[in-house]
């Protein structure tokens, strides 16, 4: 198979089960926010935060440099893979130790069991991690992603299943745990074809990929810090209701962005890769990659920021009508965002991913101090609002990046922007002329208007942008 149709393929299959995850998460998360309140998502989510942050330096780049290295040496792989089950053995015991300073930061009680509990994440996750990046070096994308949906149909399915049962937090992190060990389990089955550890560990055989990841974990750790201050603060200054609300807003309104985007860029990055010597084919290649984005979220991100009272209480239910404000400062912060993802691939395709390293410090340097004060005077909303002027600044910064890797850009990149933007403009102008006359939050009145801001846009689309010979050659 040529490079073109296997990574035809591995799209393609990385595609499906990104979809099918989404839509499965939103399923699982529709139907556990009428079972749990919200101080059991803030509980969770401060689980997931410790979880994260430990795993940028279990990783070590370790995955990145296998793959980039084409390793197959046998006592480095091994190397590897017997340090990589002493680190998860390692941060298993460090949550244990640690968790009576979190209970005591986040002044909740309940978060013991969880950490306790959820600490099983790292041996699980370790044993099977080697496999999982030896799977991706072969292009054994069918079969990782086939792992990944039926993993997430178990995990969801048990969530699901215990949190009626009134496990309350703990119901996510069981499902959590089911599913990564299954997945553990089928990674070390499928990996096992192409490599079984041997009775060998020597730190030196693995030198080069630890020089690897060091710059990786900085910036990974900076990336955390950025992308995390808000859950810290909130949950600190907050409490863990006020989290729970916080990252219910943010995962309904950024979902498109984050599920979207990443599947975009990994299709797009190893052909931007081939034209490096040639910084205009980039800046085209970039221009392109922006237009796409743009026309895939504006239409998502304005629908939710207009029908988000109406799709909020017939979906997650009553109890969450007050993240109605804050989603609607959030789909801003991902319309933002989603124009900043294209800035990666250029920088690494150039090689000077150090551009993003420094990109990142001067985002943290302003953030910080942003949203603490914002969250000390004006709570949740403060933190909400913060996020989005530092996503703003971050676009300007990229703005920047780009102009000094490719020279002027600006012009052709608005000229990119104006139609989905006047067609989003134009859809959420008829849904509010919808709402005005008809005043009705049914769920018929719902999925009219759905609908009905889907035709404009896509027929908008149609008829001055794309037609159905080319939406076919794209797909």
Not at 65 to 81: G, P
Not at 381 to 403: D, H, K, R
Not at 407 to 413: A, D, E, H, V
């Amino acid at each position: 198979m040529s490079n073109k149709k296997t990574a035809i393929h591995g799209a393609k299959w990385t595609t499906v089960s990104t979809g099918f995850n989404a839509l499965l998460q939103f399923i699982q998360v529709a139907i556990i926010a009428r079972i749990l309140g919200p101080s059991a998502f803030g509980i969770v989510s401060i689980s997931t935060l410790v979880i994260t942050f430990l795993s940028i330096f279990v990783h070590f780049g370790f995955a990145n440099s296998i793959i980039y290295k084409q390793e197959n040496d046998k006592k480095a792989l091994s190397t590897i893979y017997y340090l990589n089950i002493i680190m998860g053995i390692v941060m298993f015991f460090l949550i244990y130790l640690c968790s009576p300073l979190l209970i005591a930061y986040y002044k909740e009680p309940r978060l013991a069991e969880v950490l306790k509990v959820s600490a099983f994440y790292f041996p699980i996750i370790f044993l099977g991690q080697i496999y999982n990046t030896i799977l991706e070096k072969e292009l054994k994308f069918r079969s990782l992603a086939l792992i990944d949906i039926f993993t997430s149909i178990l995990g969801t399915s048990i969530t699901i299943f215990l949190a009626y049962r009134n496990y309350q937090a703990m119901a996510l992190i069981y499902g959590l745990l089911a599913g990564q060990l299954i997945r553990m389990i089928f990674q070390n089955i499928l990996g096992r074809k192409y490599f079984s550890p041997i009775l060998f560990f020597n730190i030196n055989t693995i030198r080069d990929h630890l020089k690897f990841g060091v710059f990786n974990v900085a910036d990974s750790v900076l990336g955390f810090a950025n992308s995390n201050i808000d859950t810290i603060l909130i949950g600190g200054l907050l409490g863990v209701k006020d989290l729970g609300y916080y990252t219910i807003a943010s995962q309904i309104a950024v979902y498109p962005v984050v599920r979207i985007c990443p599947i975009i860029i990994q299709v797009c990055y190893p052909i931007m890769a081939k034209m490096k010597d040639s910084l205009d084919a980039l800046k085209s290649a970039y221009l392109q990659i922006v237009e796409l984005i743009s026309f895939c979220i504006i239409p998502l991100t304005a629908g939710l920021f207009i029908m988000a009272a109406y799709v909020i209480p017939l979906i997650y239910g009553p109890g969450w009508l007050v993240t109605i404000p804050l989603i609607k400062i959030f789909v801003f912060m991902g319309l933002v965002a989603s124009l900043i993802y294209p800035i990666s691939p250029m920088v690494y395709s150039v090689g000077k991913p150090n551009l993003l390293f420094y990109s990142n410090v001067l985002t943290f340097a302003i953030k910080f101090p942003l949203v603490f004060v914002l969250a000390k005077y004006y709570g949740i909303m403060g933190v909400a609002v913060g996020f989005l002027i530092s996503t703003v600044i971050s676009l300007f910064q990229s703005y920047y990046l780009i102009n000094y890797i490719v020279g002027p850009f600006f012009k052709p990149y608005i000229k990119n922007l104006i139609k989905p933007l006047a067609f989003g403009l134009i859809m959420v102008a008829v849904l509010l002329i919808y709402q005005h006359f008809i005043n009705n939050m049914g769920i018929i009145s719902t999925i009219i208007q759905i609908a009905l801001g889907g035709a404009i846009y896509i027929g908008l689309t149609f008829r001055y942008k794309i037609s159905f010979a080319g939406l076919r050659k794209l797909l």
